[in-house]
């Protein structure tokens, strides 16, 4: 099988394309870096012909309110272009909770992307992972001040980007799904609890403190962005971390 990993230089999609190769299968990585333009267009038609599939990982470059014209005009790009060339499956990355966060402009852009993916013209699978084990770093840094780092009680369910890697590999071998697949870390932590963890394993002084008002996942009420029911991946936090 043929697969086309538009964003395939990144994080999950450098783990995508190696997993899908290391299956047998051609899959090839397409970027900015190796000519692909989303917004523009330029070496979208290439990157696609003759793909069986096409994963979507590329992401907005900012999560403000510019990231819905981010990805409406990449997904309108991207399903042309699958389209005219006869591509079977089409595949993205969303969140889970992703829809019930209508505060964040960046999910509300993640969920227009679902509704371009759904009403295009091509057979589709969405993929939905809560939150990436490797993002905590950058977590820790949005609301840091001095000795100290503010983090709501927000509840997680970090997974770690192999895992993530794994799940969209088995979707782009899979029939289209023509729905969601979610996919999340085995256990679910307080996003304060999960920063305290995180810097007392790097010997890290700086104090944790419970601020519901601090940072991103402020915004987000309740569990939303936790599912036990979702496909349970098997790396823990402690594990990963070490």
Known sequence: MRIAVIGGTGLIGSQVVDKLNAAGHEAVPHSLSTGV??????????????ADVVVNLTNSPTFDDASPDFFRTSMDNLLTAAHEAGTGHF?????????????????????????LL?????????????????????????????????????????IAAKDVAEAVAQVALGAPLNGIREVGGPEVFALDELGRMTLSHKGDARTVVTDPT?????????????????????????DWLS
């Open 214 to 238: 601090a940072g991103m996942f402020a915004a987000v009420k309740g569990d939303v962005l936790t599912d036990m029911n979702a496909h349970l991946a098997p790396t823990r936090y402690a």
């Open 118 to 158: 759904r009403s295009g013209p091509v057979p589709y699978s969405i993929v939905r992972a809560t939150q990436f084990m490797e993002f905590m770093d950058a977590v820790l840094t949005w609301t840091a001040d001095g000795d100290t780092v503010r983090l709501p009680a927000t509840p997680i369910q970090p």
């Open 37 to 50: 333009d989303v917004i523009s267009g330029q070496g979208v038609a290439q990157a696609v012909a003759g």
């Open 91 to 115: 595949v993205v990355l969303s969140i889970v909770g992703v829809d019930k966060v209508p505060e964040l402009d960046y999910y509300r852009a993640k969920v227009l992307q679902e509704e």
